[in-house]
């Protein structure tokens, strides 16, 4: 079982560094956010999945332009070249219209449920205030003062979220709703419904990550792996479903300023390196460039339909 983290108790740096270096996740508990934003959250995205195709359409991804924002069908985004068994929309912060930026724009919202926006924008300040919270615990357990990342890289933060929807599989598909995968930034909070899937790989092989009652999933991504110089490690992880029902997920993705690079400390540059490969056979220790340069070459390779869309961001 991976630990569960307190956010009020006063050991939690000493805890998210064992996390960190053992496995990369762990669950948060003690974050304050509402139960019942949670539970609307959840029942107005079933009711947007719920609606045909073509409605959904109204507000598919290719409308989003260079923002990225909208809705997209089950087998539209990739992992390592294999389409997902999973449909999502795709929210982030909300900016006005004509941003210069790629990922950066305003959200579409379904005219068919008009509750979602309000919902969505409620749950990224909260999300937003959590994982500052998480990141506090962070610092502290790398010896920094604790508003290094509030006071620099996320003192402008990129904000991504996603929410999945992954019909049931067949037993025997072999396919993923999500295949094996690291995530990007520093960190990423998981709010998911009953019904499981989830799995990390960890040192002692595949495990499962079950949802727990008034617990989101954290993991670190790869800025935090390659800020750390590796002593902290990006975890590869997957889901499929196969609970028989319709598993609805809420990943919420907390990364650094789309213009800040993230090189690593100066007291950290590759202490934690051990051998092992990655899952990928890459290292973002080895990448040059912003985060948004890192961002954007990697979004482009989940959905290639849309790459043309992106422009160099400076």
Known sequence: MLPVIDLSERDVPARIEAACRETGFFYVSGHGVPGDLREALDAAAREF??????????????????????????????????????????????????????????????????????????????????????????????????????????????????IFHYPPAPADDPGWGVGEHTDYGLLTLLLQDDNGGLQV????????????????????????????????????????????????????????DFGAEVPPLPDRAAVGQDGRRRWDGQSPLAFEGTYGDYLTAKVAKVFPQLRGELTQPF
């Open 49 to 162: 999945f719920a609606l045909p195709e073509n409605e959904k359409d109204e507000i598919a991804m290719a409308r989003g332009g260079k923002a990225w924002r909208g809705w997209f069908p089950v087998g539209a985004e990739l992992t390592s070249g294999e389409e997902d068994r999973k449909e999502g929309l795709y929210f982030g912060a909300e900016v006005p219209a004509g941003h210069p930026l790629p990922l950066h724009g305003p959200n579409l919202f379904p005219r068919q449920v008009p509750e979602l926006r309000s919902l969505v924008l409620t749950y990224l300040d909260e999300m937003t205030r959590v994982a500052q919270d998480v990141l506090r615990g962070v610092a502290a357990s790398l010896g920094l003062a604790p508003d290094y990342f509030s006071a620099g890289y996320t003192a402008n933060p990129t904000v991504l979220f996603r």
């Open 201 to 256: 790989h960890t040192p002692d092989g595949w495990v499962d990550a079950p949802p727990l009652p008034d617990t989101f999933v954290c993991n670190i991504g790869d800025m935090l792996e390659r800020l750390t110089g590796g002593w902290y490690r990006s975890t590869p992880h997957r889901v499929r479903n196969t609970s028989g029902r319709d598993r609805l997920s809420f990943p919420f993705f907390f990364d650094p």
